[in-house]
């Protein structure tokens, strides 16, 4: 009688479109006592709720896997490896350009070895090929077969003694799942700027159009389908698949929290918090920097940052250490590695400043729940002086060896002497089940995967935010915000909800787009992401690393810090508040050293503008930015392993005023 009853309720399932036929395969097995067990013990709601969770978790999974490809993408580039590039292709895909058009690997291969490689195989130590690949913006098709991906590119070019070069865009990438494995099926690039160094960027032609968007503002806040029927699902197989999702799900928590971890240790170094620096490590941790020396446990650790100089900024400093492009992999239940950039911009206010540039191959550790820095092998791979670039006169690219540092095993990759070191990550990861993984509960699951999704969702809505504001669409952006949400107008103050966000954006810059001569080109980085336990809002932090640029006249950065909040309205990721503090706004000419103090107030509006559209609230931090002064900043987190808490807490608030709790 309970198989009939079983037999019954997988055919009205298959019927209403929540199983696939093949799930009446099922009825012919009813000696499978595990499938008979599962579909008696979740009923008809509960095997329908394990279809929808199995096709989400490979879902977001897919959503993972685009964004780590198009990472592994950014590394074959740096060291040259041009076969392994266009093995990321599909069979027929593609490389766009502005006259430019590039079908099938074996082509794929030939133009990444003429175009990059100057015809030949690898990438001569001489030559750079730095390829930054910023700022998501992922979204799956209904089906989850194919994917679409925005992203900007800072491309830093040159070869040693001849020319060092600028080149940054924007991609539009079409992606798709070929036998099981996550492929490029176009790589579409729009270029923006271009320059050389002792120059800088200019706009690669007199009015740089609009590239088109793959995404609305909804769009960008599911990145993963909503799911309103699941795919074909065999009750004989669905206590096996529901184990499999749970694995997944697990895994991209654990690679989430190894994500934000490398963010965390970039966002401290950047203000030279030693000892939250030194707390992200293992107790037997090391910390190996070719050419320097290598630090064993967390005490020489702590020893070799304090040795570098006295914890905190002082006026004038900056030592900001961006990590870019990290690729994770899972190694084990409790272990895990990361491959990824690190660009340093550094220096003295009125003095000497420097670009630098590294790879880190570092390993993981999850202990007692919480993930730890094994070990860092950092290979630094140039530093140069601001005012030449690294064209020539190269700076020495790391530390002295600090007190009790052993000599180091790891061969240098210094420019333009040395190779970039050797690629040892996988393509693609299979998440699989640890031995130790308990059995999977629904409900927990679906909690679980609500928080995984949470990461997808924050980066992809504050990415999208960048996006619409460098083309002054107004209402898209005003769009991204919840029905609540507030947002802070630089200089000016926040304003508390969407219609009054929306106001305040056509107040300040008006309803005439983007100027055909000049481009700001907001590049959001670094994520360190939050999620409430219910995956149903999350605080974001984010790397503004702006580029400005123009078809005659110097360029400009702008760099500062964005603490997003993020919630789920109606099913979509919105953004219910938006901060922002800048640290500094520099001209091309001279970097961040020559900054002319006060010199960011010239932005400022007229008090008489401000009058038409007064804020409802004051900015939560500076109103200018600050640099060469050292103003405080505020962080969302604790420190992820000792659970310190910042000197400046950001909570979640319904507005921007401190005094406010959510």
């Known amino acids: ?55 989400d978790a490979d879902n977001i999974q897919s959503v993972r896997d685009v964004k780590r490809l198009q990472h592994i993408f950014a590394h074959y580039a740096e060291a040259g490896d041009w076969k392994a590039m266009s093995r990321l292709f599909s069979e027929e895909g593609k490389y766009v350009a502005s006259g430019v058009e590039v079908s099938g690997k074996d082509a794929l291969y030939a133009h990444f070895r003429e175009e990059m490689g100057e015809g030949a195989d690898g990438l001569a ?43 940054g865009g924007i991609y539009e990438n079409d992606y798709v799942l070929e036998d099981g494995v996550w492929k490029i099926a176009t790589l579409h690039y729009y270029p ?42 065999s009750a004989k197989k669905a206590p096996a698949r529901l184990a499999r999702a749970n694995a997944i799900a697990d895994a991209l928590l654990d690679e989430s929290a190894v994500q934000n971890l490398q963010a965390a ?56 250490h961006l990590q870019l492009d990290p690729v994770v992999t899972l190694t084990s239940e409790n272990k895990a590695s990361a491959r990824g950039f690190e660009l340093q911009m550094t220096g003295q206010h009125g003095g000497a400043s420097a670009w630098a540039f590294g790879i880190f191959e570092n390993s993981y550790v999850k202990d007692n729940g919480v993930w730890k820095i094994q ?16 064209t020539k006169s190269l700076l020495p690219a790391h530390e002295k060896a600090g007190d009790g540092a052993k000599s180091s095993s790891l061969k240098s990759a210094e420019y333009p002497e040395h190779a970039s070191p050797k690629i040892s990550f996988p393509v693609s990861v299979r998440r699989r089940a640890g031995s130790s993984s308990p059995k999977p509960g629904l409900d927990d699951l679906e909690r679980k995967l609500a928080v995984a999704k949470a990461y997808d969702g924050a980066e992809n809505v504050s990415d999208a935010y960048g996006y619409y504001i460098d083309e002054f669409r107004w209402d898209d ?22 219609e009054r966000v929306r106001g305040s954006l056509f107040s300040r810059y008006g309803d005439r787009g983007r100027s055909p001569t000049f481009m700001a080109i907001h590049q959001k980085t670094q994520p360190f992401v939050t999620v409430a336990p219910d995956g149903k809002s999350a605080q974001i932090r984010l790397r503004l690393f702006q580029f400005n640029s123009q078809s005659n006249g110097d360029g400009s950065y702008i760099s500062g ?18 901060d922002l503090d800048y640290v500094f706004l520099a001209n091309y000419t001279g970097g961040w050293a020559a900054v002319q103090q006060g010199s960011a107030q010239r932005f400022a509006p007229t008090p008489e503008s401000v009058a038409k559209y007064p804020p409802d609230g004051p900015l ?43």
């Open 620 to 662: 939560r931090g500076v109103i200018f930015a600050p640099y060469p002064e050292i103003a405080p900043m505020g962080f969302h987190f604790n420190n992820p392993v000792s659970g310190r808490p910042p000197a400046l807490k950001l909570d979640w608030s319904i507005s921007s005023r401190y005094s406010e709790g959510g």
């Open 265 to 320: 240790y970039g966002y401290y170094v950047d203000r030279k918090m030693w000892d939250d620096v030194a707390d992200l490590f293992a107790e037997d941790a090391t910390f190996d920097v070719a050419g320097e020396g290598v630090y064993q446990g967390r005490s020489a650790i702590r020893r070799r940052f304090y040795g570098l100089s006295e914890p905190g900024l002082k006026e004038g400093e900056l030592n900001d």
């Open 192 to 233: 923006q700027y271009a320059g050389p160094y002792g120059k800088g960027w200019r706009n690669v032609a007199d009015h740089v159009p609009l590239t088109p968007y793959h995404y609305t503002p909804d769009e960008a806040g599911v990145p993963t389908p909503a799911l309103t029927e699941a795919r074909l699902l």
């Open 561 to 578: 810090i964005y603490e997003n909040q993020v919630k789920l309205e109606d099913g979509v990721w919105k953004i219910a508040g938006m």
């Open 477 to 498: 952006t005003a769009d991204l915000f919840s029905e609540d949400g507030w947002k802070e107008l630089s200089y000016i103050g926040a304003y508390y909800g969407r």
């Open 375 to 390: 070990s860092v092998k950092l290979y630094p791979r140039f530093a140069a002086d601001y005012d030449i670039g690294w």
């Open 1 to 55: 009688m309970q198989v009939h009853k079983i037999k019954r309720d997988v055919l009205r399932l298959a019927l209403t479109g929540l199983i696939g036929a093949a799930g009446l395969g099922f009825a012919a097995c009813s000696h499978d006592v595990p499938a008979i067990e599962a579909q008696a013990a979740w009923g008809e709601e509960g095997f329908a709720q394990a279809a929808r969770l199995i096709a």
């Open 125 to 167: 130590p001489d030559r750079l090929n730095v390829r930054l690949i910023l700022s998501p913006v992922v979204t799956l098709s209904g089906d989850g077969k194919s994917a679409k991906g925005r992203w900007h590119e800072v491309a830093m070019l040159g070869r040693y003694g001849e020319e060092a070069f600028w080149q």
